[in-house]
């Protein structure tokens, strides 16, 4: 059947889509979210969308139909019916309780690659491993078809180490110190990290503060060459790109069955031979009970055995944020202050030093801990951030005090004297969200107090920080009904009371 | 935030959707699929789409929000972040194992309806549906809440009586009996029905042959005041909508877990108090076992019950076609034969005054099954169904032979002598298809021999009717990979063998 082409100007992120007529899809016996093939001097298979507004025997494309097939508005399209494809098929299988075989994992990986999936169905697929689970077979299928499906780095190094946080604790700047420190010992650390998803800020919206973080896999090759290391954003690099068309559905129905195929897949793609995976654990954390971690940790180093990476995990405690601010600047800073040693961060520094120890240990070295707080006392690992800002196009001069943090201010003060008896990750990131994190980098909070230290009413808790005064007003009003930082007596006992069936606040942290 | 608006001129199904430039939505600290409020005069919530095209400062809208908001290109909207509806929150309860609760189901079916669920995020619930399974309360919660978000019939009568089948055997024209059968008996029957998504003809198509069908409630009501009955197409009346937008996700996934709330709230929204579900079953059919019918008809009488809608079900034999055509207008023209006792097709015969039979007994009169024969002997039944054609606008004295039926066809002859041993569903809906079906109503399939028959080589097996030379030839093509008919030896018991893992061709028909 031949249409007439309307090109529409909008683009679908990678997927072909097609409006029809109601009347031409019946002509061609297709339905809505049913596939056509497109044919001028290439072929293309387009996902069906049905359009009132579309006139009789035109077709509707996308800009992706659009650049492959070089095609203008008036301009004569072939259209016919395309089958679904196989990746649709073995979806089903898993639907209906199947354990999936390697090649249809792979087939169901390149289609949503492809875009000749619909979001509809990925979303089908996720679901299903959420509800029915998927075994380590699977889950190593999966990774593999994930690396497979994207770029790769070629290091030609015989050792590479990596560490990876699965997150959900706000304030975690320990990568900013963990490379620097790894990579003055002489070790190849090409760190690759995310930008906040739901969160107050990734390690790259970190990072981008001191430099610039999205490089291309040549860059990265370069930086990682001179420095043994970078901060790199993974997202422009395309390693296991699937994961990131999975996270799309995933956030908004707070399910996450891919974490570890996601990071492992990234791992393996940047030929990472050493790993330590930290695992925050505790309330407002993703893993909530230390059994749950243990199985998680068991599980990622089976993965790692299979996929050829040693792997090593930390369970850490991650009831309260890392260090004292939440943010990207914010954070920069106090990493920047505490390499120069002018600040002296107990907690960030004790994490730091555990999980650089731990890979040293892991790829020979002894005395990995000591080893680590040496490097850090040393001024080394100041002086090796400075050199991979450097390699990275940034300022490698700057000093903590030029780093911009955002003018509009304001001081939460306790109303009563007590201890501090928890903090609440969530909403500490909903107030930080709220204020512009992670896209004001300025925007963020400074922790006056942390759990178990005592405070005098009237005295500052906490200190909102915003680069602009409307979203800093709206950051108050949030507080009204929350309570991030709750002061106490110690033998307090009661968390609050339930009356009616209340309609639940559900938060959830997917950052990778 | 202030956007200037682009409007896109596309329609997306009911729901509201914008385009934002990533630097727009990440100002608005959102993502894709994320939630924005548009404001101008009137307030709607729109599911974001991040677009490479759309300009900084701008906000393209699709149809929907265009004509909600009355709004043009260049104007000026008041955008802001929306949080995530509560139906999301109460899917992820579903997702997470949890049973749902009766406002809960109200919210997701709203959210369904108005559109402020994603596509993933409805493919999320009914995915979750089918693999974690409702149980019979929340059967009924969505029934009622499908009801209750649709418009409803208010007919004003004591007894009001509905047929319906589960589907997914070829040719089932048997509503085109029994409509007219029960009418002309005095019981009111508002039947409506649906159009084919996958299968070569839904009664809705059959019917529209013989007459209009796309009525709206007002001429129902009125058709059905002169008649006692009518056979109406559901989509155009606007009862119980979600399930329309259900089946979307469903048809592609090949799972039907709304089976029930889908057939049960169309028959409240009409008013039923008497039903009779046909439930076809064997292989080829949904029901492939006795045992899986039995365990659908105890859950559908339970279901009614609590509906109160007084149900009973009637296992009937589905492995081959009903009658000897297949395709909307040999279905017609086979029906219109029978009713004028111009045609002796005993199973279609047996099977109408079964169903109508049933009908009768359940709303009080004795000896249906004989009372049904007798009306349909009499011609009392065609009278009543040319009564109907004509008050649906129809032509009252239409003849069999005036049924237009495509004039090319093509005999497919028997390669030996032998017994009809199967007939294969699935290929026979497949062949209708690509003739046409249901689209071109004169394509279709005539079947010369049925299962038991005894044939010789040489002899017709069956043929092959299309509008259109092109899709004869196509449909010719197909049937050198298919076998819809087996002649063999009684004693053949081989089906196939299978020698390396084959590619599976599954086929699934969810015509309601």
Redesign the interface.
């Known amino acids: 059947m031949k249409l007439k082409v309307k090109v529409?100007?909008?683009?679908?992120?990678g997927k072909p889509i097609v409006?029809l007529n109601r009347y031409d899809a019946?002509?061609l016996?297709i339905?809505?979210?049913?596939r056509i093939r497109l044919k001028s001097k290439k072929n293309i298979i387009a996902i069906v969308?049905?359009?009132?507004?579309?006139k009789k025997g035109y077709v509707?494309i996308n800009?992706e139909v659009r650049k492959h097939l070089k095609l203008k508005t008036e301009m004569d399209v072939d259209v016919d019916i395309s089958t679904?494809p196989?990746s649709?098929?073995y979806?089903?299988h898993k639907?209906n309780?199947k354990k999936l075989l390697p090649k249809e994992i792979q087939e169901i990986i390149k289609g949503v690659v492809e875009g000749n999936l619909?979001?509809?169905?990925?979303?089908?697929f996720?679901?299903?491993l959420?509800?029915?689970g998927l075994d380590l077979d699977e889950i190593n299928w999966l990774s593999l078809a994930m690396v497979n499906t994207g770029k790769k780095l070629h290091l030609k190094k015989k050792i590479i180490v990596d560490k990876h946080s699965i997150g959900g604790v706000p304030g975690d700047k320990t990568s900013l110190l963990v490379v620097p420190i790894i990579a003055s010992a002489g070790l190849t650390i090409p760190k690759t990290s995310s930008r906040a998803?739901t969160s107050a800020a990734g390690t790259a919206d970190r990072a981008e503060v001191l430099m610039p973080v999205n490089l291309n896999i040549k860059e990265l090759q370069r930086v990682v060459k001179k420095c043994n290391g970078c901060i790199s954003w993974g997202g422009s690099l395309e390693l296991a790109p699937a994961d990131d068309i999975f996270v799309?559905?995933e956030?908004?129905?707070?399910?996450d069955p891919l974490l570890m195929p996601s990071i492992m897949s990234k791992k393996k793609a940047v030929g990472a031979t050493h790993l330590i995976v930290d695992i925050p654990t505790g309330i407002g954390t993703k893993m909530q009970t230390i059994e749950d971690a243990d199985h998680l940790a068991k599980n990622l180093i089976e993965l790692g055995r299979r996929l050829n990476i040693h792997t090593h995990c930390i369970l850490t405690h991650g009831e309260q944020p890392i260090g004292l601010t939440i943010g990207p600047a914010l954070e920069a800073k106090e990493a920047l202050e505490v390499l120069m040693n002018k600040s002296n961060v107990s907690d960030l520094i004790e994490k730091a030093c555990n999980i650089a120890g731990a890979v040293f240990e892991l790829s020979g070295k002894q005395n990995g801990y000591a080893l680590a707080k040496k490097i850090l006392e040393s001024g080394k690992a100041e002086k090796k951030l400075r050199e991979i800002i450097h390699n990275q196009g940034g300022d490698s001069n700057i000093r903590p005090n030029e780093i911009k943090i955002g003018k509009f201010y304001h001081y939460v003060k306790s109303k009563k004297n007590g201890y501090i008896l928890r903090i609440n990750n969530n909403e500490i990131v909903e107030i930080a969200?709220t204020l512009?994190s992670p896209?004001d980098h300025g925007a963020g909070i400074l922790l006056n107090k942390k759990q178990g230290d005592t405070v005098l009413k009237n005295e500052i808790l906490f200190t909102l920080f915003s680069e602009n005064p409307t979203k800093l007003s709206r950051a108050k009003t949030v507080l009204k009904t929350q309570n991030p930082i709750s002061v106490g007596k110690k033998i307090d006992v009661v968390i609050h009371k339930v009356k009616e069936s209340p309609?639940?606040e559900?938060t959830f942290i997917i950052d990778r």
């Open positions: 529409l100007g909008i683009d679908s992120g409006f019946e002509e016996g339905t809505a979210l049913g969308n049905l359009s009132q507004t579309m509707g800009e679904f196989k649709l098929q979806i089903r639907l309780g619909t979001e509809s169905e990925i979303s089908a996720v679901t299903t959420h509800t029915q998803i799309k559905t956030y908004s129905l707070f399910i969200r512009g896209k309609l639940l559900e």
